[in-house]
């Protein structure tokens, strides 16, 4: 799976769009970008992944570059809950082998302030 | 709707001691895979299953083994306890294998190893 490279740590207002950056230069055509966050030793949740186009739900957005070596995880409006450990992945679709770990990297430390 | 459910949530050992924990998929997903945190680092991916096979292995100790039943549990076996498996240890289950499918992550077991 490609490296992925985020900020260790990044600060955003609560009610302000929270814009989290990854660089996955190394990505190769069959890798999906995903997001999980993990709040303070809770399990990791899922937030949004995807392959070539921008993706939203009800959490987020995700945009992916058109050349796909780097996204932005988009919060639209951030609260205090946001506050998290925000971990993007890169991962390779399933070819018939098995079912592959995710490899989390440092991931952003993302600081809603009030 | 339905999480992961993983039992026990905490758990004290003492040093080469057996511990065994447990992991209930989200209904209809058959694939699980456990994940190792140790204090102030990352998850990492320890094993995963398919269909009660074997699927992908990660950073798992040879102390440790895993397997998953007929109902889709599984369970991790972790023998000769060592202090440094003092950890979070989070199961996570997907619908079916490989990268278009999300794995949703369980609440955890902390294992302290005295």
């Known amino acids: 799976d490609a490296k992925t490279t985020q900020p260790t740590s990044m600060d955003c207002a609560e009610g302000r769009a929270a814009n989290l950056p990854c660089n996955h230069s190394?990505?190769?055509?069959?890798?999906?970008v995903y997001w999980y966050r993990q709040i303070h030793s809770q399990g990791p949740q899922y937030i949004i992944h995807?392959?070539?186009n921008n993706e939203t739900n009800e959490m987020a957005s995700l945009i992916i570059t058109e050349d796909r070596k780097s996204s932005t995880l988009i919060l639209p409006h951030a609260t205090l809950r946001d506050t998290a450990v925000y971990y993007c992945?890169?991962?390779?679709?399933?070819?018939?082998?098995?079912?592959?770990?995710?490899?989390f990297g440092k991931g952003t430390h993302l600081i809603i302030q009030p | 709707a339905a999480g992961v459910i993983q039992s026990p949530r905490h758990l004290i050992k003492e040093k080469r001691e057996t511990a065994t924990l447990k992991c209930y998929p989200i209904?209809?997903?058959?694939?699980v895979y456990w994940y190792q945190q140790g204090p102030g680092q990352d998850p990492q991916f320890l094993i995963s299953?398919?269909?009660?096979?074997?699927?992908d292995k990660g950073s798992i100790p040879d102390r440790f083994s895993a397997q998953q039943f007929s109902d889709y549990h599984s369970e991790l076996n972790m023998s000769s306890l060592e202090l440094g498996d003092s950890a979070l240890y989070f199961c996570?289950?997907?619908?079916?294998?490989?990268?278009?499918?999300?794995?949703?992550f369980g609440p955890g077991t902390r294992l302290t190893v005295t």
């Open positions: 996570a289950s997907s619908r079916e294998p490989g990268a278009t499918y999300e794995q949703y």
């Open positions: 190394t990505i190769s055509g069959n890798e999906y």
């Open positions: 995807g392959l070539k």
């Open positions: 992945i890169v991962r390779a679709s399933y070819s018939g082998g098995g079912a592959d770990g995710l490899t």
């Open positions: 209904p209809r997903h058959d694939t």
């Open positions: 299953f398919y269909e009660k096979m074997q699927s």
